[in-house]
T-cell receptor
Framework: GAVVSQHPSWVICKSGTSVKIECRSL??????MFWYRQFPKQSLMLMAT?????????EQGVEKDKFLINHASLTLSTLTVTSAHPEDSSFYIC?????????????FGEGSWLTVV | AQTVTQSQPEMSVQEAETVTLSCTYD???????LFWYKQPPSRQMILVIR??????QNATENRFSVNFQKAAKSFSLKISDSQLGDAAMYFC???????????FGAGTRLTVKP
């Protein structure tokens, strides 16, 4: 079964509102999680690295005030898209590393489709 | 920064035949990991195969094998006895040895013809 779970799988929100996407590691602790964005027919682009107990590290060009990341516990990271606009509509996917004892295996969540109307 | 290049946007193969997907990468690091991921229409990322750069032996997983050429920074995926279920987007990915974030290529859409 899935070891990294995202919720919700699908979300539609109105332009100007905020929406939160959760990424959970189900049976392991993840000090670091990663958030990616994937536009239709394109590759995964790393948005930010989510660090438990500290600020996220954002990739160049990603607005940190727009894409708020909170990694409050070792099993949960959240991505909040603030003041969403139609151009924020995309597929968002997270990943987490299981740790050195598991060969630092990376697990991906199922992804979340965001549609801003 | 590391970059990953997949020069084949689309590939097609006849069922039961063999197909090779290309991937090159650029890095100044000596230790790293390389991956091939499959992404079906469900969008779930499925690990196909993984290669540690320090290993000279090419990784193999059943019908999937890689040709890892470290000096040439090339990492191609060979799919033997292609099946209809192999049809998907395939992404080549790079990961530093000391960092867990991944860099992905643009992807190759594989079509399998019956």
């Amino acid at each position: 079964g899935a070891v990294v779970s995202q919720h919700p799988s699908w979300v539609i929100c109105k332009s100007g509102t905020s929406v939160k996407i959760e990424c959970r590691s189900l049976d392991f602790q993840a000090t670091t999680m990663f958030w990616y964005r994937q536009f239709p027919k394109q590759s995964l682009m790393l948005m930010a690295t989510s660090n438990e107990g500290s600020k996220a590290t954002y990739e160049q060009g990603v607005e940190k005030d727009k894409f708020l990341i909170n990694h409050a516990s070792l099993t949960l990271s959240t991505l909040t898209v603030t003041s969403a606009h139609p151009e924020d509509s995309s597929f968002y996917i997270c990943s987490a590393s299981r740790g050195e004892s598991s060969g630092n295996t990376i697990y991906f969540g199922e992804g979340s489709w965001l549609t801003v109307v | 920064a590391q970059t990953v290049t997949q020069s084949q946007p689309e590939m097609s193969v006849q069922e039961a035949e063999t197909v090779t997907l290309s991937c090159t990468y650029d890095t100044s690091e000596s230790d790293y990991y390389l991956f091939w991921y499959k992404q079906p229409p469900s969008r779930q990322m499925i690990l196909v195969i993984r290669q540690e750069a320090y290993k000279q032996q090419n990784a193999t997983e059943n019908r999937f094998s890689v040709n890892f050429q470290k000096a040439a920074k090339s990492f191609s995926l060979k799919i033997s006895d292609s099946q209809l279920g192999d049809a998907a987007m395939y992404f080549c990915a790079y990961r530093s040895y000391n960092n867990n974030d991944m860099r992905f290529g643009a992807g190759t859409r594989l079509t399998v013809k019956p």
